[in-house]
């Protein structure tokens, strides 16, 4: 332990002879590596273990402080990225804000342009309008009025009252090819700077003046000796001119919401293929669309002579009025102080009579109660009617469609044609006094009789009456409703059939089944399919009870048929449906039994 000590004092001794104390204020030198080698060989196991913890503390110091700086560098620039980004944004927010003002700056001056230059096309259509109302009224002065002239001053102003004017339509009548071919146009161009105030007036003109220039160009190529025979088929309008004028004795008087009804049905009719003859209905179309117009501008024609005529009267019984209040005084005057209460009471009856006296009501009629079940129709309905009803006999009677009508028959039908009676008659088959009326199921029988019956088959039309009660009978009338049957007839060539018969003399016919067809156009529920029932017939077996049951307003049908099974295979025939055009129909074959010895 004296030597350790020892050892350790000079070790001690030479660490510091070594290393001597730096002076005051001096820096303290740095070892060398060999100084720092020998004093690592004569250190103790403590003071190593010692300098190795002083110096990873003093790494560990280093590595910290490093972190923190690096730290301290990277938030810096985080921040400053950040205001980086916030700057940038705002700037591009300033920007877009900018550009949407700008795109809102130039829309509202592209409408305000736009708004300037509609402004400007009515003002130019309004002026052309003026200029083309003074240059007709400038013609009719010089007396060298046009036909267009004659059309503008109808819906003028100065011509509201003037009663002398006819419809405009007429004045078509006339004209020739080339001047309706000028004319059209000249009423194009005035329908379109006129279209706020007579649009409706101008449309209705340009539809009937070049209606009538395709039928003048018609007329002149059927009637020009120097055109082909194709160049004539090219034109033709696909009817014969025999039909074509029983057209227009049809629509010929017919007001404006009756032609819009007849075109509203015929559209139906050829869009659900119920049309037949194609080409007649389009013809009827084709003609019905000039008759509108003329109708629409007929009734106008109509309100506005009306207006113009009391006008007039009234203009008349104002200066007839202040006539009479003119010449009293100088009457007075004339007779003297005595005759002027007699003046009063003329002045006061001349008053009077420049207003409007009311018709006494002891000149009116006394009314009568309606009886239930009776429909009441105007005089033009009546007549409308009666003209449909000649119509169709005279076709009847040109296709011999009447030959089965008897000498006394023929004769009134021949006299009803010509108008000597005035009865309308009844032509559309098996009908009471409560069978439906309407001119919707007066077509669809016409239409289903027009088709007629094959070889196989004859017309059934022969109902049963039905006794029973409804329960809408208080608020609705019951009507029977139409129909047109058929029955098909025939027979099979069994073995009896050809034993008995031949060809020559073939079997009597039996009953091969029924097509029934009945119309409900006025049905309150058309939703609901009317629907039948079979009943045996209580006096024989050998028939049954077919009835047809539909609802408000109409009563219950019934036939008799014979009573045998029924095929209801859709190869056998059997149809039973309701279709849109409110017809039901039930078309059937009976089973026949076959013959056995």
């Known amino acids: 332990s004296a030597e350790t000590g020892h050892h350790s004092s000079m070790s001690n001794n030479s660490s510091a002879a070594a290393s001597p104390a730096p002076a005051d204020g001096a820096a303290p030198r740095k070892l060398t590596k060999e100084e720092k080698e020998r004093l690592k060989a004569m250190e103790t196991p403590e003071e190593k273990r010692a300098r190795r913890l002083a110096k990873k503390a003093a790494k560990d110091a280093k590595r910290v402080v490093a972190a923190d ?8 620039a985080s921040k400053r990225e950040d205001e980086r980004s916030t700057a940038d944004a705002e700037q591009e927010l300033k920007r877009a804000r900018l550009a949407q003002q700008e795109r809102e700056q130039e829309r509202a001056r592209n409408m305000t342009e736009e708004e300037k230059l509609a402004e400007w096309a009515s003002k130019e259509d309004v002026f052309a309008l003026n200029q083309a109302r003074a240059r007709s009224e400038i013609r009719f002065r ?3 009025a046009k036909p267009i002239d004659l059309l503008c001053r109808y819906v003028s102003a100065s011509a509201n009252n003037d009663t002398s004017l006819q419809e405009p339509y007429t004045v078509f009548d006339p004209l020739s090819v080339a001047e309706l071919e000028e004319l059209v146009p000249e009423i194009k161009t005035l329908q379109k700077v006129d279209q706020a105030e007579n649009g409706d007036y101008w449309a209705d003109i340009l539809i009937i003046c070049e209606h009538m220039l395709i039928d003048r160009r018609r007329e002149s190529i059927e009637n020009d000796p120097n055109v082909s025979a194709a160049e004539k088929r090219a034109v033709e309008s696909g009817i014969s001119p025999q039909v074509r004028a029983s057209i227009l004795q049809l629509l010929n008087g017919k007001k404006h919401a009756e032609l819009i009804t007849l075109q509203d049905e015929i559209r139906r009719r050829i869009a659900s293929g119920a049309a037949v003859d194609v080409t007649y209905w389009e013809a009827l179309l084709y003609e019905l669309k000039a008759q509108l117009s003329r109708a629409r501008l007929r009734e106008r024609h109509v309100d506005r002579r009306e207006k113009a005529l009391q006008a007039l009267r009234l203009r008349q019984q104002q200066e007839d009025f202040l006539g009479r209040i003119k010449a009293q005084p100088a009457a007075a005057a004339a007779a003297g102080p005595a005759s002027a209460p007699a003046a009063a009471a003329a002045t006061d009856g001349a008053a009077a009579a420049g207003r409007i006296q009311l018709r006494p009501r002891s000149f009116s009629p006394e009314p009568i109660d309606i009886p239930p079940g009776v429909t009441l129709l105007d005089a033009a309905e009546d007549a409308r009617r009666l003209s449909l009803a000649r119509a169709d006999v005279k076709n009847r009677l040109e ?16 006299a009803a044609v010509e108008g000597k009676i005035m009865q309308p008659l009844i032509l559309s088959g098996p009908a009471s006094s409560n069978t439906d009326q309407s001119e919707m199921a007066q077509v669809m029988y016409n239409a289903e009789r027009e088709r007629g019956c094959s070889e196989e088959e004859e017309p059934f039309n022969e109902d049963i009456p039905v006794k029973t009660t409804y329960d809408w009978a208080g ?3 019951p ?8 029955v098909v007839l025939g027979f099979e060539w069994n073995q009896y059939n050809r034993v008995h018969f031949d060809i020559d003399n073939p079997p009597p016919r039996q009953v091969m089944g029924y097509k029934f ?3 409900f156009p006025d049905l309150v529920e058309k939703s609901v399919s009317p629907t039948y029932t079979v009943a045996p017939w209580p006096e024989d077996p050998e028939f049954a009870i077919i009835r047809f049951t539909a609802g408000a307003p109409y009563e219950d049908l019934a036939f008799k048929i014979v009573n045998l099974p029924w095929l209801y295979a859709r190869r056998a025939g059997f149809r039973c449906q309701f279709d849109r055009n409110n017809i ?11 013959y056995r010895r």
Do not use: C
């Open 584 to 594: 039901f129909q039930l078309w059937f074959t009976v089973r026949r039994e076959r």
């Open 475 to 477: 608020r609705l009338r």
């Open 142 to 144: 010089e007396g060298r």
């Open 517 to 519: 067809n009945i119309f």
């Open 479 to 486: 009507r029977k409703p139409r129909f047109y049957n058929r």
């Open 399 to 414: 296709s011999g469609r009447l030959k089965a009508l008897g000498p006394m028959d023929r004769s009134v039908a021949e």
């Open 69 to 76: 700086g690096a730290a301290a560098a990277g938030g810096s």
